[in-house]
């Protein structure tokens, strides 16, 4: 086949053109990604061979080299992992399908200057073509495992790349780097250096259960024998090392590798269970919720080992849906490395651990939440929503979710927990009121409002949809119902007050007529219409019945499709 040109996706070229005149400070970042990207590939083969052992792959010797080239410039990465087709080449590295990237390139497109751009890519991992921050042309050579034929990539990382077939590809993928000319100023980016390569490999790339390989550099050995490869990661799994053991700096570089988040975790929680159901665990909580978290095709889950061995991606059986945002590495065992998703879905074992784990995440949280108040504003600005979830879905943890909610309230600008409101509460009132709607602002001057304005009486605002649907499945708390202040009838005078509910029973029939040519004006549109104590200016609101659907629930159900 003839050598075809291709043109690259819009955003693509976008992401390129960025690269290519990067503002980004650390570009030694581009390596991990490279190594990564490896990794994953071997983590595939090892996995698929397992699967299906007629596999025409070798497995022995999976592994990662890094060769570098002082006079050519080049800088290569090879693995002998699962390896792309040609269409998937084509489809894998010339689009950007990650949707989070349609995202980050629209607000780069509105950030101005250069400070802002940098903190953006900071944000976004670009993947294989941060290579371009360092590179003037790419070359990638790949064989899928299985097929005989492989398949040459080369771009200079401007609007168009070439796509040809080889006959000689060896098994897995190579990326070979032409690397830009050499900065005179700045000797620590020289990645024709083994040196740097060493450190760069050791800073963001020691956990890598796979050996990275370096040979020695031609000019080091005695010159007869071929030296012998040197390994420069120390492919120590950091879940199963003791805590003193590991910086936070190495975890946090894991977090990268399997979140594909260039951004600092909030939290990073660690669980080693022993006993007959043995797993290690490193989880962590993100600082930035993904622009897809809402969404039906959002991956949730952790990553699943079993001994070391990566098993898979987004195993959603280890964590419940309202933690679909932690990310992370379970360890397990005892289990079968052919387990499958239907099967960890109905093992029991299984269970247990997601509700320990469930619990340890919680748990963390409110710890932030009693030691770091700025950290724990940030957890729940950005997890807070899908957290609440878990208040519909998992009676067995909604005190732990209630004990870490804030809410906005009529009280003042920060948010409140149900503890303080508590505290808070007026003499004789028994009930903590809220109400729901899809804006503070258009809910804190609705007419239910005036009465509990007037008399000074805290309301919640809750404005996220599932708010509607958590506050009847939880119904109180410590004893105290929930209640909206659009719902039902409410009566804000104090019980037992006689000369109070004397003046109401004259007024119900003074104004008897009038409220039943109402009635029957409105007919079937309404079910009843009433006298209220609630408002105090507006001469008539409309309420729903304690029973019935608000309307931010109707349109929610509806929008789930029910
Ligand atoms: P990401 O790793 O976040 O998916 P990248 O830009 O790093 O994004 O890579 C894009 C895709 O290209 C990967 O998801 C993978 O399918 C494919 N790919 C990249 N490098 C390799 C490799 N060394 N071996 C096999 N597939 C690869
Ligand atoms: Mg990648």
Known sequence: MPTETFEFQVEARQLLQLMIHSVYSNKDVFLRELVSNASDALDKLRLEKLRDDTLDAEVTDLHIEIDVDKEARTLTVRDNGIGMSYDEVGKLIGTIANSGTATFLKELKEAQDEAGAEGLIGQFGVGFYSGFMVADEMTLVTRRAGESQGTRWTSRGEATYTLETVDDAPQGTSVTLHLKPADPENQLHDYTSPWTIKEIVKRYSDFITWPIRMAAVAGDGDGDSAPEPETLNSMKALWARSRDEVSDDEYHELYKHISHDWREPLETIRLQAEGTFEYQSLLFIPSHAPHDLFTRDFKRGVQ???????????????????????????????????????????????????????????????????????????????????????????????????????????????????????????DGQDDIYYITGESRQSIENSPHMEAFRDKGIEVLLLTDAVDEVWVDTVGEYEGKKLRSVAKGEIDLDTEGDDQADGERAKQAEEYAGLLGWMGEQLGEDIKEVRLSTRLTVSPACVVSDAHDLTPALENMYRAMGQ
């Open 304 to 426: 699943l080992y079993v001994k070391r061995v990566f098993i898979m991606d987004d195993c959603e059986a280890l964590l419940p849906p309202y933690l679909r945002f932690v990310k992370g590495v379970v360890d397990a065992a005892d289990l079968s490395l052919n387990v499958s998703r239907e099967i960890l879905q109905q093992d029991r074992h299984i269970r247990m651990m997601q509700r320990r784990l469930t619990k340890k995440v919680l748990s963390t949280v409110k710890e932030i939440k009693t030691k770091d108040a700025d950290r724990y504003a940030t957890f729940w600005r950005e997890f807070g929503t899908a957290l609440k979830e878990g208040l519909v879905t998992d009676p067995d943890n909604s005190e732990a979710i209630l004990a870490v909610a804030s809410f906005a309230t009529t009280h003042d600008d920060e948010p409140t927990t149900l503890a303080q409101y508590v505290e808070r509460m007026k």
